[in-house]
């Protein structure tokens, strides 16, 4: 089963791909749209959906998952986080993908064993469980902590592996998805 | 000129679509996208990208429009508001379009004569000002409302209509735009 995990953010969405099988989470690809700062609103949101959608076109996740939103600090930051969290669930759904939420505590405990991790943890614990040369940028880092977690609760959840067929051999891809679109 | 101005909302997303030249503006087309309620957030999301972007390409506007969002009520209501935002934004832009924003207060001033006015009267004159026979559902009202408002602004800018040609005989189309798309 291959998972995408996405954390989204208006300067930075992080996506992390990872496949799952016979109880190992194995790293695909991660990285971070960045919408350039020069554009308008509508045009670096557009920059998400187009990016996310290339990017599931490019590694055909079987699902997805993105971090449930509790209470935001103030209701402008939470309208500019969910115009960037609304077009990656709409770019995913799109896609014909299940998108499911898993709270960020959960997620912490599962990737660093306590709820309260900071980001830097995360990272660190990240790279060891995926085998990475080099700690991935705290966005993707997240998106690939989401990812494994949902890994993990899937199996736990004795979900089924959906019936698409794997790639005997499979790129593997680091680094940042910076093409301009709009 | 043709302007399309969008009321997003996660239930319903309200468009108006009208026409401004020699100083009159002319209706071409209003409806409400509303994504099946049994639908998980992400789908029903994919519903307003998609039908914006059918929607743009079927009445071909030359720019587009949207209410600015002040302070919400909440955090969490921004959030769902955010996320229709979201993905209104991102399909006008992906359409090519620019997206401007006028202050709720503003466009009810410029419609009914007061920033403070209800609901039922935008729609009210709405249809006067457009010569509509039948008041048009309340968040297709507002959606031309600002429409109407950006064109009367546009002409008081200043802003020169977009050399794109205009066809003579125009399509002229109310209801609602249902159409289940995920």
């Keep these: 089963m ?5 954390d989204p953010g208006s300067t930075a969405t992080g996506y992390g791909v990872v496949d799952y099988a016979d109880g190992r989470v194995v790293h695909v690809a991660h990285g971070i ?5 020069t554009a308008s609103l509508a045009a670096r949101l557009a920059h998400i959906h187009g990016g996310l959608a ?3 076109a490019l590694h055909a996740p079987d699902t997805a998952v993105v ?3 509790f209470v935001a600090s103030n209701p402008r930051s939470a309208l500019v986080l969910g115009q ?3 077009v990656a669930l709409a770019a995913l759904a799109a896609a014909g993908l299940t998108v499911g939420e898993l709270a960020a505590r959960e997620v912490k405990k599962a990737v660093v064993g306590h709820g309260g991790a900071a980001k830097a943890q995360v990272q660190t614990m990240v790279m060891r469980l995926l085998d990475l040369r080099t700690e991935p940028a705290s966005d993707a880092a997240d998106a690939l902590a989401v990812a494994i977690c949902q890994a ?3 199996r736990l ?3 089924d592996v959906r019936g698409r067929r794997r790639r005997s051999v499979r790129a593997r891809h680091e680094g ?3 093409r301009m679109r709009t």
Tied chains: 1, 2.
Excluded: S
């Design 84 to 86: 960037a969290r609304g």
């Design 176 to 178: 940042e998805w910076t």
């Design 157 to 159: 959840a004795g979900l």
């Design 54 to 56: 290339e990017i599931v």
């Design 33 to 37: 749209l960045r919408p350039p700062r």
């Design 67 to 69: 971090e449930k939103v």
């Design 152 to 154: 993990h609760a899937g």
């Design 2 to 6: 291959r998972i995408i995990g996405v």
